[in-house]
């Protein structure tokens, strides 16, 4: 995975304004919608737990860090957490989900903190099912978790924190594949800069040199990197919101925790 670093945060600031879409099809399937969808008896329930497993696959380390910023530790932070996705994942657990769950985000963190309520209630030492619906690599976990600012952050913070670094993660990633589909690894890796906003070291005219372009190619390069960065962001986001308006507020929420964090 491409690693994030602080210099993304200008990347959603307000200076970069996000166009609306222009696939109005956007929410057709969507995964957050496409679980939501499971209550109705003419939806596939087996394609909408695929999808929560997707969403979960992408989002599992925000609610490790989660759990381990609460005080357990390592392998009771593994084992909680494996537990709730076991439990999250269960067919009839769908059938709870209702539309005005809202935002993915939320409902992934307010079903974790019921869990553990839960789980604390009944301070059982049931040794979970061992048939692991998961995947869930604890070891780069605890690596991951080792670098966290977890002194300066509340349990809720950290999880915020983890979510959108975890969405721009996604988002590179998924350029980054796309460039090298096409042949275009080096080209992706040299214009990275531009979408945080930064100012590259190089001159234009010696990047472009550099790739055996001219200058004005590189900068029509920079622009549609820039454009199709925003608009696999709001792909990304659309995944885990149920209203159009609602990627607008997950924009500005991004703000707010990048800039806070």
Same mark, same amino acid.
């Given at each position: 995975?491409?690693?994030?670093?602080?210099?993304?945060?200008?990347?959603?600031?307000?200076?970069?304004?996000?166009?609306?879409?222009?696939?109005?099809?956007?929410?057709?399937?969507?995964?957050?919608?496409?679980?939501?969808?499971?209550? %109705?008896?003419?939806?596939?329930?087996? @394609?909408?737990?695929?999808?929560?497993?997707?969403?979960?696959?992408?989002?599992?380390?925000?609610?490790?860090?989660?759990?381990?910023?609460?005080?357990?530790?390592?392998?009771?932070?593994?084992?909680?957490?494996?537990?709730?996705?076991?439990?999250?994942?269960?067919?009839?657990?769908?059938?709870?989900?209702?539309?005005?769950?809202?935002?993915? @985000?939320?409902?992934?963190?307010?079903?974790?903190?019921?869990?553990?309520?839960?789980?604390?209630?009944?301070?059982?030492?049931?040794?979970?099912?061992?048939?692991?619906?998961?995947?869930?690599?604890?070891?780069?976990?605890?690596?991951?978790?080792?670098?966290?600012?977890?002194?300066?952050?509340?349990?809720?913070?950290?999880?915020?924190?983890?979510?959108?670094?975890?969405?721009?993660?996604?988002?590179?990633?998924?350029?980054?594949?796309?460039?090298?589909?096409?042949?275009?690894?080096?080209?992706? %890796?040299?214009?990275?800069?531009?979408?945080?906003?930064?100012?590259?070291?190089?001159?234009?005219?010696?990047?472009?040199?550099?790739?055996?372009?001219?200058?004005?190619?590189? @900068?029509?390069?920079?622009?549609?990197?820039?454009?199709?960065?925003?608009?696999?962001?709001?792909?990304?986001?659309?995944?885990?919101?149920?209203?159009?308006?609602?990627?607008?507020?997950?924009? %500005?929420?991004?703000?707010?925790?990048?800039?806070?964090?």
């Amino acid at each position: 995975n491409i690693s994030l670093s602080a210099p993304l945060v200008p990347l959603v600031s307000s200076s970069h304004a996000m166009p609306a879409p222009t696939d109005n099809d956007i929410f057709a399937t969507t995964r957050w919608t496409i679980v939501l969808g499971a209550k %109705n008896p003419e939806n596939n329930t087996t @394609r909408a737990q695929s999808a929560l497993e997707e969403l979960c696959q992408t989002y599992w380390y925000p609610l490790y860090a989660y759990v381990r910023h609460r005080g357990h530790n390592p392998h009771d932070a593994e084992d909680l957490t494996q537990g709730f996705f076991e439990k999250l994942f269960r067919l009839q657990s769908l059938q709870t989900v209702a539309p005005d769950k809202g935002k993915f @985000r939320a409902f992934l963190l307010a079903s974790l903190k019921n869990y553990l309520a839960d789980q604390h209630d009944h301070a059982s030492a049931q040794k979970r099912d061992a048939r692991r619906t998961f995947s869930l690599d604890a070891q780069a976990a605890e690596s991951r978790y080792a670098l966290e600012p977890a002194d300066s952050l509340t349990p809720e913070n950290l999880y915020e924190r983890r979510w959108a670094l975890t969405l721009l993660d996604t988002v590179l990633t998924r350029l980054a594949e796309e460039y090298e589909a096409q042949n275009q690894a080096d080209l992706f %890796n040299e214009l990275r800069f531009s979408i945080a906003g930064e100012k590259n070291t190089v001159p234009y005219r010696d990047l472009a040199a550099r790739l055996d372009m001219s200058e004005e190619a590189l @900068r029509v390069a920079v622009f549609r990197l820039r454009k199709r960065f925003r608009k696999t962001l709001r792909e990304e986001i659309a995944h885990t919101v149920s209203t159009k308006n609602e990627i607008e507020e997950e924009l %500005n929420a991004l703000r707010k925790i990048l800039a806070a964090s």
